[in-house]
């Protein structure tokens, strides 16, 4: 059996070892888009870029005789996902979304909602002048126009422009801890926190942080898995669903 894993995130990692480890002789090829400059890699065969859109997906599987695709992109890598939707459906591929549960707010946060970045950005104003903005370095033009409000932009690579004038930017990868997180609000007399409902608690701490110092949060919503796509939430739950595939 030939697996190909749309990868990029600690699912995709931790679904591609366990694919690797299990004995069964599975041949697992993980893809990465190649946005992160030293991506963490995971075992087995690793192919990194494009693959030209959906007909270029279906072509790839086809000719390398792919009998399952996992979609476990970052929630919002929406294009590759409804393109892996078109390709499997075109090359008769069996097809999974691995999906991480999103963020809940809990009693005590002050969260307030949006359907994209664009739609974010006019609503920041009215919210705070001190942005700690952790959406990555991707979709930072929506927020350019802000001239007034300030930016700590936090990302794995350091991001290009167009982006807000009034910036600094901290490259760092998480996991992050709450002490860290704590302080960096404080330290930075953040007083507004942007993030994408990513989930995961690798970097929920600060969600916490903001909650104990009374920050609000500006969380853009994920868009949704396509249409059909049966979706796990786990990579024990993907294992699972390609035991059923064998």
Do not use: C, Y
């Not at 790839?60 to 499997?88: C, K, M, Y």
């Amino acid at each position: 059996m030939h697996i190909l894993v749309l990868g990029g995130t600690t699912e995709a990692r931790a679904l591609a070892e366990s694919l690797h480890a299990d004995g069964s002789g599975t041949r697992v090829t993980t893809s990465l888009a190649g946005r992160v400059a030293a991506p963490r890699l995971p075992p087995g065969e690793v192919r990194i870029g494009g693959f030209g859109g959906a007909e270029g997906l279906a072509a790839w599987l086809r000719e390398h005789q792919v009998d399952v695709l996992i979609d476990a992109t970052h929630p919002f890598a929406g294009t590759i996902s409804f393109n892996a939707a078109r390709a499997a459906d075109q090359a008769h591929v069996p097809l999974l979304a691995l999906r991480r549960p999103g963020w809940a707010p809990v009693a005590g946060d002050d969260w307030h909602f949006a359907d994209s970045l664009e739609e974010a950005a006019p609503v920041l104003p009215g919210l705070g002048r001190r942005v700690f903005l952790t959406t990555g370095r991707m979709g930072l033009a929506a927020f350019a126009g802000l001239e007034d409000l300030w930016f700590l932009v936090r990302s794995v690579d350091a991001p290009e422009p167009p982006h807000p004038p009034r910036m600094r930017i901290l490259l760092d990868r998480g996991p992050f801890t709450l002490d860290g997180e704590r302080e960096l609000l404080r330290h930075h007399r953040i007083d507004v926190l942007v993030t994408k409902d990513s989930g995961a608690a690798a970097t929920s701490a600060k969600l916490t942080a903001a909650r104990e110092a009374g920050i609000p949060v500006l969380v853009v919503r994920r868009p949704p898995v396509p249409e059909g796509v049966p979706v796990a939430t786990t990579p024990a739950q993907a294992l699972a669903w390609v035991a059923t595939r064998v």
